[in-house]
Structure formats: C-alpha cells, structure tokens
C-alpha cells in the first residue's frame, strides 16, 4: 500500500496495491498490520456503512462530539470530492481542511481520524461511499459543521446549487462550533 501524507498529517491518502488482468482485479481493501503502520497505532473497526448519492449530492460535514470516529472511506462507483477538516483545538492544524478525490477508478482511500469533521459531494452521475468506523454512530452527539463556512473556504465543485438534507444546510460555522480538546 503506498501511503499519502497530506497538508493535515493526520489524514492519509491510501493507494491499494492492485493486481489486474484482462479478467478484473485483486485488491486488499483493509489490513489491520498495514493499516497500523501507516497510522502508527492500532485502529479498531465497529461498523461498516455504504451509501449512494446522485450527483449534486453534498453530505456533511459531519462528526460526533462524544463517540469520535475515525473513518477508513473509499469510493466503490462514481466519484466524490471528499474533505476532512481538523476540529481538535489543541492541534497545530486546527480549523485546517484537506480534500481528495476518491473514485472507482484511481481506487483511493483516505484515512479520516477522530477528532475531524467529514463530508463529501458526488461529482458523477452517481456514487457508491463505503466506510469503516472507529466508533458507532451516535445520533445525539453528531454535529454539521456548515459546508459552506467563508472561515474554512473549501473549493466544492459544484455544478449549481448542492443536495443538502436540512441539517446539512444549517450547519454550524466553526466560530461557534462544538471542538475537541
């Protein structure tokens, strides 16, 4: 697995060794020992998710106050512009953000740490999101942090207006946000 350092350290891009031939391909997708060396420590998974969006779609950013997740996330069809931005205040890349294209075709992952609000937009027609998580989803502690906040400035490619749920749309600007120590 080659392992990607990002502008935020913590996050990683992970390419998958891939072995292919005219009949399709092999790919390890998660590996506890190579998953460890890449992060530096032990990481354990309690739940997987899977969710398809249309084109527009834009889901989060999301994080939990209490029960933080870390999230192993990969994109099995389509494509999404994934962002993760750092909430642990006591961070030196606090309030930071990074975004990577995930897709079924360069089969990039990326390593989300606890302590990181998280969410992505569909750029093609439609996407399969599948993700691993350190911890289970607790409804009354998630948080959105507003996608759209002038503080942070993410560059979404959006073709027009995005698909928010309402919670989405409503999000909290980082200046008034609920962080991490």
Do not use: C
């Not at 072995?19 to 992060?39: C, I, S």
């Not at 527009?56 to 993760?84: F, M, P, S």
């Not at 093609?124 to 996608?147: I, V």
């Amino acid at each position: 697995m080659n392992v990607i350092r990002t502008a935020v350290p913590d996050v990683l891009v992970l390419e998958p060794r891939v072995f292919g031939d005219d009949r399709g391909f092999f790919m390890e997708t998660w590996n506890r020992k190579a998953l460890a060396e890449a992060v530096g420590r032990e990481v354990e998974f309690v739940q997987d998710n899977h969710s398809r969006s249309v084109k527009g779609v834009l889901r989060g950013l999301h994080y939990q106050v209490e029960q933080a997740q870390g999230k192993l996330v990969r994109v099995v069809a389509g494509e999404v512009y994934d962002v993760a931005v750092d909430l642990r205040r006591s961070s030196p890349t606090f309030g930071k953000w990074v975004a990577e294209r995930l897709s079924e075709a360069n089969r990039r992952m990326m390593w989300v740490p606890a302590g990181f609000a998280h969410g992505f937009l569909v750029v093609s027609g439609r996407a399969d999101f599948l993700y691993k998580t350190t911890d289970y989803y607790a409804p009354k502690h998630e948080r959105t942090l507003l996608w759209n906040d002038p503080a942070l400035g993410i560059p979404w490619p959006l073709e027009g207006e995005p698909l928010l749920k309402a919670n989405d749309a409503s999000g909290t600007p980082l200046a008034r946000a609920e962080t991490y120590p």
